[in-house]
């Protein structure tokens, strides 16, 4: 063993609830434990991090990792914290969702060594997809109570809610589904810990009780909290909606500044779940950082260590590139280096206007490029004066009122960057 894992969650703020004795059962030996993770997307999204970070943090304890994907249940939807139910996918869908997420998913863990306690990836499709309804309720809804279902904190939130639509039979299985895969993975598997998020409590414990009733055996259970931002906003979500870590859903940059924005109190509590840095490390950024806030050497180092983790060195690096481009001294170079879409990303929300292609044959002069043609300066005169005072930029250099743009001059093909001062900006598309 080479760290206690619980106590290294409990440090880390990732510790919620375990149930008694796992500790004690963790320190005797190596162990194997799963987390649940939905494949209804192609891509993990931060929120599923706090889970994959559990199972890394175990792996690194000398223990065994399993990620279950859960294909069967994907096609039913989980109730706990979802006011509705969730869109079924096919098996084709989700099977390429799998492939996906274990491509993500072998960033954090190590699948592919000889090392006894490598990871595993398991679909619940491929044990659930053989039962049929009558043998399921025979073999394994006649071992729980539906007293003991109704108990849940998942079930009773959801039937008590101002919801008209209630909750479906197809839901309130959900947990048997789920404490199933528990059974069967610690009968095949030998896998005697389920881990996950807090509200998923109820789920997981009804595991524990089909490993006792039937597999005559002891479970245990262990959660981590939700996690949520100091301003009550939700964690992982922006205007664009979920930050993922596939970088065609959310690109590096964006990635990037999602961590690079987070508020002080998050950060400091961030920068424990989401990096491998010890406790040595962190204690000493935060306290460097209470010294210089305005530094945000926080921010700046979560923010590196996530990058880099979820994507790579020079994802970052570009990341870092494309934030001074906004923020900082940038060349004409440090633009056209940019791909398309962390141009626009940069740029998002950046007033603009189209121009045909043979405008730029002859060249664009910048009387036109700055208010004739495109309305950026309110008119020709405001344009003048500004290029006489030296304030335009073409590209980040400053131009003078006889340059003219051409196609030389332009970003992806297909964009130029007009600026007046240091934070005016407006984009021509030119197609």
């Known amino acids: 063993m080479n760290t206690n894992f619980v106590e290294e969650l409990g440090w880390r703020g990732m510790l919620h609830d375990a149930m008694p004795g796992t500790e004690e059962h963790l320190m005797n030996g190596m162990q194997s434990a799963y987390v649940g993770i939905d494949p209804t997307a192609d891509s993990l999204h931060i929120g599923h991090l706090v889970g994959v970070m559990m199972l890394r943090h175990f792996q690194l304890a000398g223990h065994k990792p399993y990620a279950l994907l859960g294909g069967a249940t994907g096609m039913i939807g989980d109730p706990s914290g979802k006011s509705q139910e969730r869109n079924l996918l096919d098996e084709d ?17 190590d699948f592919d060594s000889n090392a006894e306690n490598a990871a595993i990836l398991v679909n619940n499709y491929d044990w659930m997809k053989d039962f049929s309804f009558l043998g399921f309720i025979r073999d394994v809804g006649k071992h729980i109570t539906v007293n003991y279902m109704m108990a849940k904190d998942s079930v009773k939130k959801r039937l008590s809610s101002e919801s008209k639509e209630g909750m479906s039979f197809t839901e309130f299985t959900y947990q048997l589904v789920q404490g199933y895969d528990f059974l069967h993975l610690y009968q095949h598997n030998n896998c005697t810990l389920q881990m996950g998020g807090s509200d998923q409590w109820g789920n997981i414990t009804t595991g524990t009780e089909l490993i006792r009733r039937i597999g005559g055996g002891k479970g245990y259970a262990l959660t981590c909290p939700l996690i949520t931002k100091a301003d009550g906003t939700k964690f992982g979500k922006t205007e664009g909606g979920n930050v993922w870590l596939d970088p065609n859903r959310t690109s590096p940059y964006k990635f990037y500044q999602y961590w690079l924005n987070t508020s002080d109190e998050d950060a400091a509590k961030y920068i424990k779940i989401f990096t491998f840095l010890t406790k040595e490390e962190i204690d000493g950024l935060i306290s460097e950082h209470g010294e210089a806030p305005h530094l945000r050497l926080l921010q700046k180092r979560l ?25 900082g001294k940038s060349t004409s170079e440090d633009l056209k280096g940019l791909d398309e879409k962390t141009f626009l990303d940069v740029f998002e929300g950046v007033p603009q206007a189209n121009i045909p292609m043979s405008e730029l044959d002859n060249g664009l002069d910048m009387i036109g490029a700055l208010a004739a043609k495109t309305g950026f300066l309110g008119s020709n005169g405001e344009a003048r004066r ?11 250099e400053k131009v003078k009122e006889d340059y003219l743009i051409t ?18 900006y407006f984009l021509l598309v030119v197609g």
């Open 303 to 327: 923010a590196d260590e996530i990058t880099v983790m979820v994507h790579s060195q020079e994802d970052l690096e570009n990341a870092k590139k494309a934030s001074n481009i906004l923020f």
């Open 386 to 396: 500004e290029l006489k005072q030296n304030s335009i930029s073409v590209n980040k």
């Open 93 to 109: 869908t989700l099977r390429a969702n799998q492939e996906a997420l274990r491509a993500q998913l072998s960033k954090f863990l």
């Open 407 to 424: 196609a030389k001059d332009l970003i992806s093909d297909k964009f130029v960057l007009l600026q007046r001062g240091k934070k005016n």
